[in-house]
T-cell receptor, first 113, second 117 residues
């Protein structure tokens, strides 16, 4: 049972435009969500997070939106840059603070110059 | 930022042999380490959580006798795939938590690709 889903395996956008990566989850007990970025041959690195008590969190070019009623979150990157080309994973966690993360399948973003 | 290394980065072995993968936190002490497995086009699936000096906690469906985890020090955890079979071929990735309570303080290694022939 895939509790966190990223239904788009890939996304291609032009440099300077907005990239929108989507993530859906099924478990209403999740209360913390994170986005990770992964380059080839490297481990995922933390990008941005959001608590379930918020519906938006912004950090520079990156904004994460959370729609709890729809169990949906999205990552917006604007403007997109070629260096943003990577695999993006969303992850979810419950409140038990065990550190356990449930990941989506990842979306490969390609930003074309 | 904090660095987590894994060794080896890739390994090919014969069916029936055992393979050990190391995960090291290079510049911090990791009270907790996590082991994940990723099959092609699938998500990272948590296999087990290990705390230094205690037995690992395995996720449902993960055979603890097949995937031996040792977390003997605050900077090293090992995953041993015993009697490996072709279906164990996968990408194994570890992460280490530095003792902070924030999820953001969980750092990932680059992963180990295992191919069992």
């Amino acid at each position: 049972d895939q509790q966190v889903k990223q239904n788009s395996p890939s996304l291609s956008v032009q440099e300077g435009r907005i990239s929108i990566l989507n993530c859906d989850y099924t478990n209403s007990m999740f209360d913390y969500f994170l986005w990770y970025k992964k380059y080839p041959a490297e481990g995922p690195t933390f990008l941005i997070s959001i608590s379930s008590i918020k519906d938006k969190n912004e950090d520079g070019r990156f904004t994460v939106f959370l729609n709890k009623s729809a169990k949906h979150l999205s990552l917006h990157i604007v403007p997109s840059q070629p260096g943003d080309s990577a695999v993006y994973f969303c992850a979810a966690a419950g409140s038990s603070n065990t550190g356990k993360l449930i990941f989506g399948q990842g979306t490969t973003l390609q930003v074309k110059p | 930022g904090a660095v987590v290394s894994q060794h080896p980065s890739w390994v090919i072995c014969k069916s029936g042999t055992s393979v050990k993968i190391e995960c090291r936190s290079l510049d911090f002490q990791a009270t907790t380490m996590f082991w994940y497995r990723q099959f092609p086009k699938q998500s990272l699936m948590l296999m087990a959580t290990s705390n230094e000096g205690s037995k690992a906690t395995y996720e449902q469906g993960v055979e603890k006798d097949k995937f031996l985890i040792n977390h003997a020090s605050l900077t090293l955890s090992t995953l041993t795939v015993t009697s490996a079979h072709p279906e164990d071929s996968s990408f194994y990735i570890c992460s280490a938590r530095d003792g902070g309570l924030a999820f953001e303080t969980q750092y990932f290694g680059p992963g180990t690709r295992l191919l069992v022939l």
